[in-house]
């Protein structure tokens, strides 16, 4: 699908959605191997980093979706090019998101299996 994108020249949000919406899936994909979190097939770290991970994702696509509704509001259906307070905006967000999530795990790291 994402070849398909690419190919036909699909629209950056598309192929940014469609990556980010592959990722997600795989993660959901390997927390399955172990689901309750008990650590015996997937350490709880990593397996806390993929939830969180697979969450920030959907996010970003959340995010993505509102910009390019924004865009449409503001310019019509016509879809030439973000403008670049939006994408300022959008990147901003989306950098927050992650960053969030990856200091979140980062601070309970001692707390999600490695205790002495």
């Not at 993929?50 to 879809?79: E, P």
């Amino acid at each position: 699908m994402y070849y398909r994108a690419v190919k036909h020249d699909g629209s950056p949000v598309q192929q940014y959605t469609f990556m980010l919406c592959s990722y997600a899936s795989l993660t959901v994909i390997v927390r399955g191997a172990d689901p309750t979190s008990y650590g015996h097939i997937i350490p709880r770290p990593i397996g806390a980093f993929l939830t969180d991970s697979c969450t920030a994702s959907l996010y970003s696509v959340y995010i993505l979706a509102l910009g390019y509704w924004a865009l449409v509001i503001l310019q019509g259906a016509a879809l030439m090019e973000l403008p670049t307070h939006l994408k300022s905006l959008e990147t901003a967000a989306i950098t927050f998101v992650w960053a969030f999530y990856i200091a979140y795990n980062m601070s309970l790291f001692a707390f999600k299996g490695f205790q002495p």
